[in-house]
């Protein structure tokens, strides 16, 4: 059901599967593994022990974790996008009559996100939201919000590694079952950023259509060649 590279452990069966068996827990962290958030967390422990608590799971998010794990001879099944899944999980709640409290983003495209989801998801319910500038430090107020809320699931979208810092923090202290972090998710389903067309996606060249819409991204694919060196040099040690 996963396989290993580095020091983690990356869900490989299907994207459904994957729903089902995210059922199974009481509380889950839904960690979007791309070569960022795995390579950050070899450099801070706090980010790693994170990603490998028993109740974190990481799904392959991204063509570098799947080129990854051919390297380290683990193959995963197939990529699985942290959007998809959040839309999946959407389904899910508006189906089963569960609250999600959506946290992150600027206002404009936390609403027009929500504003979205409740279209294409009639019936969903959301409990609360909250745009995601502000100190993950000292928030007891937005921490209030949701505990009174009650959601089922929390979104967080404040990018990496400011989203797995506060789920890592705080998941423990809300009533919340499922908590994930979804990087630029919001920003994607409010219609203001559009993802890559089909073909690209399929190509794994969803990265290269994302620095084409935002030019400073170029500076973070730096991590992906690193990432693959650390798994290769690692296979290498066995
Ligand atoms: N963001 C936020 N708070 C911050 C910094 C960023 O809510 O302090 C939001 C930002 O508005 C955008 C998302 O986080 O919606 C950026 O995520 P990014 O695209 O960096 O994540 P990726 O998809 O690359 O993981």
Same mark, same amino acid.
């Given at each position: 059901?996963?396989?290993?590279?580095? &020091?983690?452990?990356?869900?490989?069966?299907?994207?459904?599967? #994957?729903?089902?068996?995210?059922?199974?827990?009481?509380?889950?962290?839904?960690?979007?593994?791309?070569?960022?958030?795995?390579?950050?967390?070899?450099?801070?422990?706090?980010?790693?022990?994170?990603?490998?608590?028993?109740? !974190?799971?990481?799904?392959?998010?991204?063509?570098?974790?799947?080129?990854? !794990?051919?390297?380290?001879?683990?193959?995963?099944?197939?990529?699985?996008?942290?959007?998809?899944?959040?839309?999946?999980?959407?389904? *899910?709640?508006?189906?089963?009559?569960?609250?999600? *409290?959506?946290?992150?983003?600027?206002?404009?495209?936390?609403? &027009?996100?929500?504003?979205?989801?409740?279209? &294409?998801?009639?019936?969903?319910?959301?409990?609360? !939201?909250?745009?995601?500038?502000?100190?993950?430090?000292?928030?007891?107020?937005?921490?209030?919000?949701? &505990?009174?809320?009650?959601?089922?699931?929390?979104?967080?979208? $404040?990018? !990496?590694?400011?989203?797995?810092?506060?789920?890592?923090? *705080?998941?423990?202290?809300?009533?919340?079952?499922? *908590?994930?972090?979804?990087?630029?998710? #919001?920003?994607?389903?409010?219609?203001?950023?559009?993802?890559?067309?089909?073909? $690209?996606?399929?190509?794994?060249?969803?990265?290269?259509?994302?620095?084409?819409?935002?030019? #400073?991204?170029?500076?973070?694919?730096?991590?992906?060649?690193?990432?693959?060196?650390?798994?290769?040099?690692?296979?290498?040690?066995?």
């Amino acid at each position: 059901m996963f396989s290993r590279v580095l &020091k983690y452990d990356i869900y490989n069966e299907s994207k459904n599967e #994957f729903i089902k068996y995210i059922k199974g827990f009481n509380k889950i962290h839904i960690i979007s593994g791309n070569p960022e958030v795995l390579y950050n967390g070899m450099n801070d422990n706090s980010l790693f022990k994170g990603c490998t608590e028993k109740n !974190s799971v990481i799904i392959p998010d991204g063509i570098g974790v799947v080129i990854a !794990s051919k390297i380290a001879k683990a193959p995963v099944k197939e990529k699985i996008a942290g959007i998809e899944v959040m839309e999946a999980i959407v389904k *899910y709640c508006r189906d089963e009559k569960k609250g999600i *409290y959506f946290l992150g983003a600027k206002q404009e495209m936390l609403d &027009k996100c929500m504003e979205n989801l409740k279209k &294409k998801y009639s019936g969903l319910i959301i409990v609360g !939201s909250h745009d995601g500038y502000f100190d993950i430090k000292n928030c007891e107020e937005i921490l209030n919000d949701i &505990k009174e809320s009650s959601p089922h699931v929390l979104f967080v979208a $404040m990018g !990496s590694p400011k989203q797995e810092r506060f789920i890592n923090q *705080y998941m423990n202290s809300l009533p919340a079952s499922i *908590y994930m972090g979804l990087g630029g998710s #919001f920003d994607v389903i409010s219609g203001k950023l559009k993802r890559a067309p089909r073909w $690209m996606i399929n190509m794994g060249l969803e990265w290269l259509y994302r620095v084409s819409k935002e030019p #400073f991204r170029i500076k973070r694919l730096g991590v992906i060649p690193k990432f693959l060196l650390k798994v290769t040099f690692s296979k290498k040690e066995k």
